[in-house]
């Protein structure tokens, strides 16, 4: 958390997210051991079924490589960044199951990130047709829902009840219960989502600039918090940084061939990886670089770190894909300058 007392801001938590694309799930699983080994805080997973972009080429599957990663490690925090609990490929109830398993087995190292989705991860598994892809109102819908439903299954002692709109469930219990609370971050873009994410959430997650989280996101985040009763101090505002290290213009033309097209109007409404991924010439500069933080080198993360804890950051995730080189990179000439 960040709290200023006579004049020092508290620690500044650190993690990596290496997503779920472009490598073999071993190279996941030694990205997780390096991490810890460097000293970062948390580490987070992609959770994907078919892959943002095409020309990745992998999808691993988050849950068995978290199941392998707690158990080689010792001290850092894990979890799915993001996992989408909306009745596509997980009912909320098996996601529930899943955390609890793990947290049982590593207590207090376990997190657990949710959103509403994109079509391209879950459009298949949507009523089994992906022309019933909901639209964004009724997946936040859903989303809310499902975190009340995975915290009762949590929570609740005995056989109970839940009435639902999306997950109704008659009779059901957890048996296997968490054995420390599981922190649930809720992915925001938008305003909407920000103050939905303060009301259901433990903590946020949200992939924008330290100028629009200062500006939009952190305080529609801070106003559903306290429509919760709770307090902005007693909860983590998480940025994950999307970025990309070199020359700002070679580094815009990388990403308007692939990874831009996440930012193409309609992109989390779209079930083809291959449509995204062209579609990526066409995205603005303005809009890669509100997206996408471009730093000509690794050190300049440091500025940027501290941009967003200015803003009002208790923790930030360098998005450094499966890739230790950069991964010890910046543990080595980043780190030591935010810890």
Known sequence: MIRVKLGLMSKLKVGVDVGENDAEPRQFLECALLAEEE?????????????WIHT?????????????????TN?????????????????PAIVAQAAATLDNMYPGRVMLGVGSGEAVNEARFIRGHQNDWPNWKERIERLTEAVTLIRELWSRDGYFTF????????DVTLCTKPKTRIPIYIAAMGPKAATL?????????????????????????????????????????MALVNMAIGDPKESIRKLRSGWAGILVKGAYDDPDPRHIETSAATVEESMIREYFQLMPKVEDLVALAKEYQKAGADHIVLETGPYPDLIKSIARRVLPHLH
């Open 56 to 72: 990745g080429g992998k999808s691993v599957f988050v849950w068995s490589l978290l199941a392998s990663s707690l158990e080689r």
């Open 163 to 170: 009435t639902g709109k999306y997950f109704p469930m008659r």
């Open 197 to 237: 994410a303060g009301r259901y959430g433990d903590n946020l997650t949200t992939i924008r600039s330290p100028e629009t989280c200062r500006n939009v996101i952190f305080p529609k985040f801070n106003e559903g918090i306290r429509l919760q009763g709770k307090k902005p101090d007693e909860v983590e505002r």
């Open 75 to 91: 001290r850092i925090s894990m979890g799915p960044n993001v996992t989408c609990p909306i009745g596509g490929r997980y009912h």
């Open 39 to 51: 000293g970062f805080d948390s580490f987070w997973f992609g959770d994907h079924f078919m892959p």
